[in-house]
């Protein structure tokens, strides 16, 4: 077709030029789309707009089209919503036209994504998070259900307001009723993050790894304490780290596979990097702890890039130091950087997941922070929190619903 022949495209259609709302409402059944556009077809109208749901097998479908063109157009429109009328009857489905002019009003500047996870979700608690929005100056476009399982996963896409006051406004809220709310700006970037960088102690798995060498050595719990304050930012992680490991000084090699067979994976670890890497992610971890278990994780997982510390070994015993350049705080800022690099990938298009305050500098330094089950101070900074102890959930903060997750499960070798 040369380019005097290509049709000129349909304008969108203006404030004055007549449109008209039908709503289809009843029970789903395969047909229904297609039987609906056939019916259309025959007045010659152009679609402005389509929303389908389907809920609990009851489908809710609304078509935005232009009135009826030609002499006599509301005789045409007549004709029109007698045979949509008539067509919804015979398949005992209900049928609502409304007329009116131009297209749906245009989305307010500022767009985001507000993703709500619930434990369950609670009425009162979408209730407040929906007040709130509308507290901001948001308007909600659109509500869908991410995912049912392991948590309710909805998200709410909402224009008008900015991100950043309505994460704020968010966070309060979402506290006090005990909910997780994640505000991430609208935009292509949200699916374009490539490459997830994670903690691994009390975050890609359950435990400390110190504390279980320190079980062996019979230290735990001075080992445990240090830690915790560690965690907290009560103490400086170097200082702490050595203090530790010293602790650790003529414990047998041999224990290091003891060690690895102790580690617990969190909940949905497995599910949140087998999607992730299906769907074309690269995926890392970052460590306060010892390359002795990160290295192991590594290779059982399939991940692309791992980075910790390492513990001294000389005449088959643990000396009680560590060696090489340690992996602290700003220590894991540097790895997702130079990760992100070697990724090919821009630092916007990260995401980093942490509980302790050593992770701090690299949730801030990511496109997108994640808190999991963090420390009060980490939340309080991270740009968003997670505190439901399954690790898959972080993928709906992505906007990746669970019927995509199933997928890569079923897929997955």
């Given at each position: 077709?040369?380019?005097?022949?290509?049709?000129?495209?349909?304008?969108?259609?203006?404030?004055?030029?007549?449109?008209?709302?039908?709503?289809?409402?009843?029970?789903?059944?395969?047909?229904?789309?297609?039987?609906?556009?056939?019916?259309?077809?025959?007045?010659?109208?152009?679609?402005?707009?389509?929303?389908?749901?389907?809920?609990?097998?009851?489908?809710?479908?609304?078509?935005?089209?232009?009135?009826?063109?030609?002499?006599?157009?509301?005789?045409?429109?007549?004709?029109?919503?007698?045979?949509?009328?008539?067509?919804?009857?015979?398949?005992?489905?209900?049928?609502?036209?409304?007329?009116?002019?131009?297209?749906?009003?245009?989305?307010?500047?500022?767009?985001?994504?507000?993703?709500?996870?619930g434990h369950p979700l609670t009425a009162e608690s979408t209730a407040a998070i929906a007040a709130r929005i509308t507290?901001?100056?948001?308007?909600?476009?659109?509500?869908?259900?991410?995912?049912?399982?392991?948590?309710?996963?909805?998200?709410?896409?909402?224009?008008?307001?900015?991100?950043?006051?309505?994460?704020?406004?968010?966070?309060?809220?979402?506290?006090?009723?005990?909910?997780?709310?994640?505000?991430?700006?609208?935009?292509?970037?949200?699916?374009?993050?490539?490459?997830?960088?994670?903690?691994?102690?009390?975050?890609?798995?359950?435990?400390?790894?110190?504390?279980?060498?320190?079980?062996?050595?019979?230290?735990?719990?001075?080992?445990?304490?240090?830690?915790?304050?560690?965690?907290?930012?009560?103490?400086?992680?170097?200082?702490?780290?050595?203090?530790?490991?010293?602790?650790?000084?003529?414990?047998?090699?041999?224990?290091?596979?003891?060690?690895?067979?102790?580690?617990?994976?969190?909940?949905?670890?497995?599910?949140?990097?087998?999607?992730?890497?299906?769907?074309?992610?690269?995926?890392?971890?970052?460590?306060?702890?010892?390359?002795?278990?990160?290295?192991?994780?590594?290779?059982?997982?399939?991940?692309?890039?791992?980075?910790?510390?390492?513990?001294?070994?000389?005449?088959?015993?643990?000396?009680?130091?560590?060696?090489?350049?340690?992996?602290?705080?700003?220590?894991?800022?540097?790895?997702?950087?130079?990760?992100?690099?070697?990724?090919?990938?821009?630092?916007?298009?990260?995401?980093?997941?942490?509980?302790?305050?050593?992770?701090?500098?690299?949730?801030?330094?990511?496109?997108?922070?994640?808190?999991?089950?963090?420390?009060?101070?980490?939340?309080?900074?991270?740009?968003?929190?997670?505190?439901?102890?399954?690790?898959?959930?972080?993928?709906?903060?992505?906007?990746?619903?669970?019927?995509?997750?199933?997928?890569?499960?079923?897929?997955?070798?």
């Amino acid at each position: 077709m040369s380019a005097s022949q290509i049709p000129p495209a349909t304008a969108v259609p203006g404030d004055d030029v007549p449109t008209l709302l039908v709503k289809i409402f009843g029970k789903d059944r395969p047909g229904i789309t297609a039987g609906l556009f056939d019916t259309l077809a025959a007045f010659d109208v152009d679609v402005v707009d389509i929303e389908q749901v389907v809920t609990r097998g009851r489908i809710v479908l609304c078509v935005l089209v232009t009135a009826p063109p030609g002499r006599g157009s509301g005789a045409a429109e007549g004709d029109l919503r007698a045979t949509v009328h008539s067509w919804a009857e015979s398949l005992r489905l209900q049928a609502e036209i409304i007329s009116g002019r131009g297209d749906n009003r245009p989305r307010g500047v500022g767009r985001s994504h507000v993703t709500v996870l619930g434990h369950p979700l609670t009425a009162e608690s979408t209730a407040a998070i929906a007040a709130r929005i509308t507290g901001t100056g948001g308007n909600i476009d659109r509500i869908f259900r991410l995912a049912k399982y392991p948590v309710t996963a909805v998200e709410f896409e909402v224009s008008g307001a900015g991100t950043e006051p309505l994460r704020t406004a968010l966070a309060t809220e979402a506290a006090a009723l005990g909910v997780d709310v994640a505000v991430v700006a609208s935009g292509l970037q949200r699916r374009a993050q490539r490459l997830v960088v994670m903690d691994v102690d009390s975050t890609l798995i359950q435990d400390e790894v110190i504390e279980l060498f320190a079980a062996h050595a019979g230290c735990e719990a001075e080992v445990a304490k240090v830690t915790a304050q560690a965690m907290r930012g009560e103490l400086d992680f170097e200082q702490s780290l050595h203090a530790r490991v010293a602790l650790l000084k003529g414990i047998d090699e041999s224990v290091v596979d003891k060690v690895r067979a102790e580690v617990r994976l969190t909940p949905g670890a497995r599910t949140l990097i087998r999607t992730l890497k299906r769907l074309g992610f690269q995926v890392g971890v970052v460590s306060g702890g010892f390359t002795q278990v990160t290295d192991d994780l590594k290779e059982r997982l399939g991940l692309d890039f791992a980075s910790a510390n390492t513990l001294e070994v000389v005449d088959g015993k643990l000396t009680g130091r560590v060696v090489g350049e340690v992996v602290d705080r700003e220590g894991k800022a540097r790895l997702l950087r130079r990760f992100a690099a070697e990724a090919g990938v821009p630092l916007s298009q990260t995401v980093a997941i942490g509980d302790g305050a050593n992770d701090l500098d690299m949730l801030n330094a990511a496109g997108l922070g994640v808190a999991f089950n963090a420390k009060p101070v980490v939340r309080e900074a991270a740009h968003t929190a997670v505190n439901v102890p399954f690790l898959d959930t972080v993928l709906y903060l992505l906007g990746i619903t669970r019927d995509e997750v199933e997928a890569a499960e079923t897929h997955a070798d």
